[in-house]
Nanobody, 121 residues
């Protein structure tokens, strides 16, 4: 059994910054990709950023140059540093991880509960 717990969301003015964290725990053998998705009311969930186990990253065009994804493998934690925030960044942000679970051995996709990010003008 694996859990992802997110933190760091909140209310910030346009141009400000937030740092999201997501820690995975449980019967984990290893974690492959980790990432962040977001969803606004009435919209589909969209990929924000992904980081592979080796450190390679991919970002949505809308956040390139403003957001930075990173991870601490020793802590099974992924971060999303969000700078120069815009009102259109307002959404619930969900942590994602592709995890090789130790017992029983299998690959699984896991999601956090979501954390609200609100950017005001």
């Amino acid at each position: 059994q694996v859990q992802l717990v997110e933190s760091g969301g909140g209310l910030v003015q346009a141009g400000g910054s937030l740092r999201l964290s997501c820690a995975a725990s449980g019967s984990i053998f290893s974690i492959n990709a980790m990432g962040w998705y977001r969803q606004a009311p009435g919209k589909q969930r969209e990929l924000v950023a992904v980081i592979e186990s080796g450190g390679s990253t991919n970002y949505a065009d809308s956040v390139k140059g403003r957001f930075t994804i990173s991870r601490d493998n020793a802590k099974n934690t992924v971060y999303l540093q969000m700078n120069s925030l815009k009102p259109e960044d307002t959404a619930v942000y969900y942590c994602y991880a592709d995890i090789w679970v130790a017992a029983p051995p299998h690959l699984g996709d896991y999601w956090g509960q979501g954390t609200q990010v609100t950017v005001s003008s």
